[in-house]
């Protein structure tokens, strides 16, 4: 038996086991079972994420400030939930002049159990 | 039936000569479920991988009137079928891998799963173009449609929104043009109801007829891929599937997955039907090339 045999069985066990890993990945972090592949798409509407910025008494889009970090920030949570990195968007927030005021993220996600969307605001 | 009659049923495999080898190739491993071809020739598999072109195509000319590439990608692509087409396979699989390549590249972390699906596909199409035979296209493709309708079909049921119908009822009162038609099915009340419930829910149909029609789909995904694993029912379950995956996916709006789950399921048949199926593939393509430069933006995906 060659190596090369067990690099393909190899290969044709992972293309199975990944999308178990998948969901349990996703299900852990809380990500968005649309991305990494995994054939999970079309299995709950995709979460709407948000970073707002606390002004007093209104709250400003992050993205009017820093665009790009904001888009790197929320596709990184769509893909790793909580293990994506706020540290930069918040550098760059704080050199746009943000440096005291409260930051949230509010995401809104679909429970497919009770058919419901649950939106939640938290410190980011 | 006995119990060796049942295994070959079950797995289409020569037990006796899967025995006598000391491990199983990989090749043996990928039939177990996905079925072995009886017979497989070369020009099938140029067939096959020229049907994934078909997608791949698709996926850039979007991309390109989007207005996120330009033009370059679709036309390597078309240099791909064109060299599949006069017998260039391993130019052709090779140009089709490098496009699909730098598609999922190009659109991480948020790339669809038919881009991952058309490069796992063109990868072993690839393989098998650069390898010693050892791993056959038509085997690893039949293995990928088998895996991608089981595993869709068991993720809408751990997601659990299909059984109760809370997924379609969230679309449709969502008012995504594209889930137009369900509310054809719904009926108006239906949809009052559920655009009540906006924004928060619960979205839940009331009608026996829709929430029939939402718990059929992750079992006939379920259901028609294991009936792929059965030699006897193979045939047609290919042929069902082919036109289940193909309408799911135009009702969703997908045409590229429909496209590539088209050019997917071609690997169960014979040369001939296969052929044709991918000449209807291409066919398809074009026409959806037209409608998308007539009407920019009408093909969501």
């Known amino acids: ?124 | 039936m006995t119990l060796a009659s049942a295994a070959r049923a079950l797995i289409p495999v020569d037990v006796r000569a899967f025995a006598r080898r000391r491990a199983p190739s990989a090749s043996q491993l990928l039939f177990a479920f996905g079925g072995e071809p009886d017979e497989s020739s070369a020009r099938k598999q140029r067939w096959l991988c020229l049907g994934l072109c078909a997608g791949l195509f698709l996926e850039w000319i979007k991309q390109a009137l989007r207005g996120v590439v330009g033009f370059a990608p679709a036309v390597v692509c078309v240099a791909a079928a064109l060299c599949l087409a006069t017998q260039r396979v391993r130019a052709g699989s090779a140009l089709a891998l490098a496009v699909a390549a730098w598609g999922v590249w190009f659109t991480l972390p948020l790339t669809p799963n038919h881009g991952f699906a058309l490069f796992l596909a063109l990868a072993w199409c690839c393989a098998s173009a650069f390898g010693k035979g050892e791993l056959e296209p038509e085997a690893a493709l039949r293995w990928l449609g088998f895996t991608i309708l089981f595993w869709a079909g068991v993720q809408k049921v751990l997601y659990d929104s299909y059984w109760n119908g809370s997924f379609l009822g969230a679309k449709l009162a969502s008012g995504e043009p594209r889930f137009y038609w369900l509310g054809l099915v719904a009926g108006t009340e239906e949809l009052d109801r559920l655009r009540r419930a906006l924004p928060d829910g619960p979205f839940s149909f009331q009608s026996w007829h829709v929430l029939w029609l939402s718990r059929a789909i992750p079992v006939l995904e379920i259901g028609l891929s294991l009936a792929l694993a059965f030699k006897t029912w193979r045939t047609s379950a290919a042929a069902a599937s082919l036109l289940f995956v193909v309408l799911v996916q135009l009702a969703a709006g997908e045409m590229t997955f429909a496209i590539t789950a088209g050019a997917l399921l071609t690997a169960y048949f014979e040369e001939p039907l296969a052929a044709r199926l991918v000449k209807v593939v291409w066919v398809a393509t074009v026409g959806l090339t037209a409608w998308a430069f007539l009407l920019p933006g009408s093909i969501v995906n």
């Open chain 1, 1 to 124: 038996v060659t190596g090369r045999v067990w690099l393909q069985a190899a290969l044709v066990l992972t293309t199975f086991a990944y999308p178990a890993g998948h969901f349990a990945f996703q299900r852990s972090v809380g990500g968005d079972p649309w991305t990494l592949g995994g054939w999970a798409m079309y299995t709950v509407p995709r979460p709407k994420i948000a970073v707002l910025i606390q002004d007093d008494q209104k709250l400003l889009d992050a993205r009017r400030a820093c665009p790009a970090p904001t888009t790197d920030y929320v596709s990184s949570r769509l893909v790793a939930g909580r293990l994506a990195d706020p540290e930069p968007l918040r550098r760059c927030l704080e050199k746009a002049g943000f440096a005291r005021k409260p930051l949230w993220r509010a995401e809104r996600r679909f429970d497919g159990k009770t058919g419901r969307f649950v939106t939640r605001r938290e410190p980011l």
